[in-house]
């Protein structure tokens, strides 16, 4: 046996066995997963699979091939690491959410428009927003998804951060408040410090991150002590070659999926391993692979570790840093309307520079725009440009 992440053991008869990628999913779908017999259209008409898409953030969206149900069940699993989520899950069977996240097109809800609100409710899940513009958002659709949120009683919100945050800042201009809310679960993409700030001081209820991707399932969970715990159902992790700070590409092997099993597959994130003596073991997620900048030194630096340098920076609500071939950066924000004091941006520019390299800062401004992906999902970091 080869030895795993977090000391997980991994299966050696499939420990030489090559890394896969999306590229491998695309090429022959879906024959390159399906039995021999098996029939798709069959499978479909029966409803014992369903066909779901990547958002295409990272490279071209790609179809999947997923168990009936299977998403479902393996969020369930995956959000009850965490006992205060698991502990209103269990006491609130029909547990209530507002979703605010890109509008998708996938197995359980497709839209365009401006669907009615019966269109966009999906079990005990009630999708409010209709534009992947969060920034644009005009004050009667604001008004509009504030209302019926208000009038779902959701038990917690299920956010993209930035779209979370956006909800969230009306919300507080206007006194709107969810008195049936008791935590706030952030997935989709990363989750910042600015984000976390803003929503727990709107809504005051716990926040809580869960990674994963379409096609693996959620793999880990913020508990209720701050560590990701893994899902252990629901894949296998390894962490095969990190740098000297411990950090790496992940790869994923799943185990829920028996129509489109994924083994060794580089999801395209990276992740920390931290062991701490006395303690357990943790994983802290960095961000996107592609999305990393370059430092003075070479060295690589992840989304992470520059969000680390907000972590003292108030009065900023979202953020973009790009960088240029010659390693200069750039970073544009939006000013969080509900902050006391504007940002030290003097501070703030002295931490990204002990970061990446003195003399590299081309320059900080605010703005009251920042764009999206074609997917809908924002980039905190840009790689070289």
């Not at 499978?43 to 071209?60: Q, R």
């Not at 597959?265 to 303690?279: F, M, P, W």
């Not at 003195?358 to 997917?375: F, H, N, Q, R, V």
Request: proline fraction near 6%.
């Amino acid at each position: 046996m080869a030895q795993g992440l977090l000391g997980k053991e991994f299966p050696a008869a499939i420990a030489h066995l090559p890394f896969i990628t999306k590229q491998d999913i695309r090429r022959d779908f879906p024959r390159n997963f399906l039995r021999d017999g098996a029939d798709l259209n069959a499978l479909l008409d029966e409803e014992l699979a369903e066909l779901e898409h990547t958002s295409g953030t990272s490279e071209e969206r790609t179809r999947l091939l997923l168990p009936y149900g299977w998403w479902r069940a393996q969020e369930d699993r995956t959000l009850r690491l965490n006992s205060v989520v698991a502990s209103v899950l269990d006491a609130f069977p029909d547990t209530r959410r507002v979703t605010i996240t890109p509008p998708v097109c996938g197995g359980d809800i497709c839209y365009a428009g401006r669907p009615d609100r019966a269109d966009r409710v999906v079990d005990h899940a009630l999708f409010v927003n209709l534009s992947k513009y969060p920034f644009l958002w005009s004050q009667p659709d604001l008004a509009r998804m504030a209302e019926e949120a208000v009038a779902w009683s959701p038990k917690f919100l299920d956010v993209d951060p930035v779209y979370g945050v956006g909800f969230a800042l009306h919300c507080e201009a206007q006194g709107i408040r969810l008195p049936s809310l008791r935590f706030i679960v952030c997935s989709y993409e990363f989750l910042s410090v600015v984000h976390r700030r803003i929503l727990e001081r709107v809504f005051e209820v716990p926040v809580f991150d869960l990674y994963g991707s379409t096609e693996t399932g959620h793999l880990l969970m913020e508990d209720e002590h701050g560590r990701m715990a893994p899902s252990c159902q629901t894949a296998l992790l390894e962490l095969p070659d990190p740098d000297r700070d411990g950090i790496g590409e992940l790869i994923v092997t799943t185990l829920s999926n028996d129509y489109m099993p994924l083994i060794r597959y580089r999801i395209g994130d990276l992740v920390e391993h931290r062991t701490r003596a006395g303690s357990d073991a943790s994983l802290v997620v960095h961000g996107r692979a592609r999305d990393a900048l370059l430092g003075m030194d070479g060295r690589r630096v992840t989304t992470r570790q520059v969000d680390g340098c907000f972590e003292e920076t108030t009065g900023i609500a979202h953020y973009e840093l790009r960088q240029t071939p010659d390693r200069r950066w750039h970073l544009r924000y939006l000013p969080d309307p509900g902050a006391t004091l504007p940002p030290r941006l003097s501070e703030l520019r002295e931490r990204l520079e002990n970061l990446l390299g003195k003399d590299t800062c081309g320059a900080i401004e605010a703005t009251d725009l920042l764009m999206p992906e074609g997917s809908g999902k924002f980039r905190l970091t840009g790689g070289i440009l």
